[in-house]
């Protein structure tokens, strides 16, 4: 089992930058994909980025460009860099290992709101 802790959340103006951290425990991390999802009040969770155990990526069309999603498989962490925020980038955003299940952080807040 892989145990997920999402930070770096918090409140940004427009345009602002925020970089999320997910740090993992409890199994082989690198043998994992990772992703980073959100989810915004009434809607869907939607996934932002995942990064494959061998550093392949993809994106949603929404973020591509604003956003990089890496991982530090030494330190055991995924990272989301998130530029150029807009407000509708806001929701909580969950940190994801999958492998032969699925394996779910807490989440944290991001709010883009001048």
């Known amino acids: 089992q892989v145990q997920l802790v999402e930070s770096g959340g918090g409140l940004v103006q427009p345009g602002g930058s925020l970089r999320l951290s997910c740090a993992a425990s409890g199994s082989i991390y690198s043998t994992y994909n990772m992703g980073w999802y959100r989810q915004a009040p009434g809607k869907q969770r939607e996934l932002v980025a995942a990064i494959t155990r061998g550093g392949s990526t993809n994106y949603a069309d929404s973020v591509k460009g604003r956003f990089t999603i890496s991982r530090d498989n030494a330190k055991r962490t995924v990272y989301l860099q998130m530029n150029s925020l807009k407000p509708e980038d806001t929701a909580v955003y969950y940190c994801?290992?999958?492998?032969?299940?699925?394996?779910w952080g807490q989440g944290t807040q991001v709010t883009v709101s001048s």
């Open positions: 994801k290992a999958s492998r032969n299940s699925d394996y």
